[in-house]
């Protein structure tokens, strides 16, 4: 079994490295042919002494986690990895996404296979599973703590905005000028937008596209603010002011809802540790009790279904003391 173990992640290793090296290859002839029908023999010539400047424009590889990519095709998981890793800020793409879970998983399996006891073998698969899902809850805490970071600072934009057009500027001015006083994320969202419809796509189309990459409640209600008063009319910078103190009135009821709430939440976690506290001490105290629960098939049963109800039930409380504002 060690030996199979060994010789798949060998494999896999392999794979991995021949991969990188054809892609980083292919990439390589596929960008120098570009660049050359672009720029001409002659700049083409020129490029070996300018290779520290920054590229002009970015091509798509379509080499690069080929068999992954069309798994996820079929699935139609594709796009929405990308949107999700577009969300966190990352510049991965979905192949190198599902590598790091492949490497996670499998490098936690055959850790804990040689670190686990003959009995408690059957725990690594599990162990390697949530190892799996850990790239998946790193780009998801990336994504709520970039869409956060954009929330604070969204009103200020908008009020930006306003004062910006009572001064006579467009409103794709004001979006330009938006990149050069905010910080990231939002001034690289707007200034995406921006340029998007700088380059000729339309005003509605670059806002949707806006509110996809960040999908919060207050990005729609300015996107169709936007659009409807370019169908209606009406001033525009007053209604961003009043959006944006709307925003900032939820913003304080939401902190008066965390502080009730959290006497609930306190509740909930400590309901949830206790179990696990007492298990633990009943491990030092008392080893031959607990280890019923993971050597007979009844005690598996039971602590099953315990982490089972005791999971339910703290999702129940979560659920109860969470109020969307």
Known sequence: MTTFIFTVVGIWLLALAVWLVLSKSVRNADMDRI????????????????????????VEEPAKGKIVLGILERYKLNEKLKQLLEQAG?????GRFIHSCMAFFIGAYVIMYFVLSDSARPLAIFIAIFAGFLPLLHVLRLKGKRIKAFEEIFPDSLEFISRSMRAGHAFSVSLEMIHREFPEPL???FRRTFEEHNLGLPLDVALQSFAKRVPLLDVHFFVSAVLLQKRTGGNLAEILDKLAYIIRERFKLRGRIRAISAHGKLTGIALTCIPIGVAIMMFFTNPDYVKFF??????NLMIGI??????????IMKKIVTIEV
Not at 42 to 56: D, H, M, R
Request: hydrophobic fraction near 35%; proline fraction near 4%.
């Open 35 to 58: 660049k050359g029908r672009l720029m001409g023999k002659q700049q083409k010539k020129a490029k070996i002494s300018n290779s520290e400047e920054p590229a002009l424009f970015t």
């Open 90 to 94: 990352l510049k991965w793409n979905p």
């Open 187 to 189: 001034a690289g969202e």
């Open 294 to 299: 993971f050597q007979d098939e009844t005690g």
């Open 306 to 315: 315990a982490v089972f109800l005791q999971i339910t039930g703290y999702l």
